[in-house]
């Protein structure tokens, strides 16, 4: 968009002393948009009251293209995958360019059933994906609990997704801005009302759910409530996979980090609050130690709620506002937002220096919530509540 194309620069602010790029948003969807610009040479300036304050501090951290591959998602799963495939020379481009580790974890993923019926669900899904040529491999409760020993011995059955991993989402934030930083990244401490208050040739919002005041797009908040755990002693957690099950009917997922913490969520829940409730708590402890029995006697350290930035279609939106010239969204992750955070930087990026659109982005433009279609889905959404 800064060197022309089609439409990219008809009404684009200019000036000496503009920033090339402002980034409307510190999460790590925004900051690593920020630093990968940063690298290409250009000016950027990024908006925040308080970086990373927002879905991404209570967010797990899953890597998880298999796992959260879902029926009828066929595109948002393509880009899953993409995004996956670019997290290990991201997370050591990263490590290296700030100086500090971010939990980069790749024992894969368990998918386990607690009951026969628990365990039916869980299949249903990943005969799903193996459908799609995805790599999820059954297993036995034996070959479970060889890979697992912590697992409890009711559980019925599972499957291994060797390829979904794990970084912890606080420690990639801190990353992020000392790498965006050192990239001569600039900092503006204040939340961003309206974007005429944003001096910038180009302006990319990525502020989660508050897009949707910002840009008039579609984004919705959608509660989701988890708790962090920790080992007695501070010692290691009993086993290592993320582990994703469900137990008596309540999806869970158990994701153990380094440290010696354990985060253990997450409702989702069509709501704005961000109150941690006792009956969320209770539902999602029961069904974590009813999968690792040893979780009973770890520390409880935390309970949290956070808003994912969710949308009509659950997949992001990224790309340029039609009728906005010099305004790029990249929000509406929902619960994808750390796994996508590569790519979504990537295709930013490259469409900011060529104003070329990534044919990857396609499926996700701003443009799909515009008109006849944008007419459609509020209707559905209107069905649904």
């Known amino acids: 968009m800064l060197r022309g194309g089609p439409g990219s620069t008809a009404g684009v602010k200019k000036g000496p002393f503009l920033p090339d790029v402002a980034?409307?948003?510190?999460?790590?969807?925004?900051?690593?948009?920020?630093?990968?610009?940063?690298?290409?040479?250009?000016?950027?300036v990024v908006h925040d009251a308080a970086p990373g304050s927002g879905?991404?501090?209570v967010a797990a951290g899953m890597l998880a293209p298999v796992a959260e591959a879902y029926f009828g998602e066929h595109e948002l799963t393509g880009l899953l995958v993409e995004s996956a495939a670019r997290w290990p020379g991201f997370a050591a481009e990263l490590a290296a360019a700030a100086g500090t580790g971010i939990g980069h974890r790749t024992d894969g993923t368990l998918v386990v059933g607690l009951t026969a019926d628990d365990l039916a669900e869980a299949r249903r899904l990943w005969t799903y994906q193996q459908g799609l040529g995805l790599p999820i491999t059954p297993l036995r409760p034996s070959a479970l609990r060889d890979r697992e020993p912590a697992l409890a011995p009711r559980v019925r059955g599972g499957a291994v997704a060797p390829g979904d991993h794990q970084v912890?989402?606080?420690?990639?934030?801190?990353?992020?801005?000392?790498?965006?930083?050192?990239?001569?990244?600039?900092?503006?401490?204040?939340?961003?009302?309206d974007l005429s208050e944003v001096d910038a040739r180009v302006t990319v919002v990525a502020a989660g759910c508050g897009a949707a005041a910002l840009t008039?797009?579609?984004?919705?908040?959608?509660?989701?409530?988890?708790?962090?755990?920790?080992?007695?002693g501070r010692g290691t957690?009993?086993?290592?996979?993320?582990?994703r099950g469900y137990a008596d009917g309540e999806p869970v997922y158990l994701v153990p980090r380094d440290s010696g913490e354990v985060v253990v969520g997450a409702t989702v829940e069509e709501r704005a609050d961000t109150e941690v409730t006792a009956g969320a708590m209770l539902r999602l402890l029961r069904a974590a130690v009813d999968l690792v029995p040893e979780l009973a006697e770890y520390d409880l350290v935390e309970a949290s709620a956070g808003l994912r930035p969710g949308t009509p279609d659950n997949a992001p939106i990224i790309g340029a506002l039609p009728g906005r010239p010099g305004v790029l969204a990249a929000?509406?992750?929902h619960r994808h937002g750390i796994v996508l955070t590569p790519v979504t930087a990537d295709l930013v990026a490259e469409l900011i220096v060529t104003g070329e659109p990534d044919p990857l982005l396609a499926p996700f433009t701003p443009d799909r919530f515009t008109g006849a279609v944008r007419t459609a889905l509020a209707s559905e959404e209107e069905t649904c509540d």
């Open 168 to 193: 912890d989402p606080r420690r990639l934030v801190t990353a992020l801005r000392a790498a965006a930083e050192r990239a001569g990244v600039g900092w503006r401490p204040d939340a961003v009302g």
């Open 237 to 243: 957690p009993g086993f290592r996979h993320v582990i």
């Open 331 to 333: 929000t509406g992750h």
């Open 23 to 44: 980034v409307v948003g510190a999460g790590p969807v925004g900051l690593a948009i920020a630093w990968r610009c940063a690298q290409r040479g250009l000016r950027v």
């Open 216 to 232: 008039g797009l579609p984004v919705r908040p959608v509660k989701g409530q988890l708790l962090r755990l920790r080992a007695p």
């Open 55 to 57: 879905a991404s501090h």
